[in-house]
């Protein structure tokens, strides 16, 4: 594995993921988009960390734990966020979802 091939799958995953959050009208799938780029960018953090000059510090495992913490809080909340909108109107449809619209 090269550096260039890492990061080739890493934006392919990350266009999947911005397509799936931007294109979907699913409140779930929407979320799974956003984590397909988050771990985007964690295989960035590991891949930029394995080919650095000192691979020895352990800086981009510990980006990495911080950006994995970071994604569970955000799932957690999302998916509250997406229970309790669909307990209120019963759909889970984002262009249904217009109430909050100013």
Known sequence: MTLD???L?????FAIGLAGALLRRNA?????GIELMLNAANLNFIAFWRFSAHPEAFTGV???LFS???AAAEAAVGLAL???IHRHYKTANVDRIDRMKG
């Not at 799958?9 to 995953?13: C, G, I, K, Q």
């Not at 779930?28 to 799974?32: G, N, Y």
Request: charged letters at 0%.
């Open 28 to 32: 779930i799938l929407v979320l799974v």
């Open 62 to 64: 510990l980006f990495l």
């Open 68 to 70: 994995i913490a970071v």
């Open 9 to 13: 799958v890493s934006a392919a995953l």
């Open 5 to 7: 091939s890492l990061l």
């Open 82 to 84: 997406i229970i309790a």
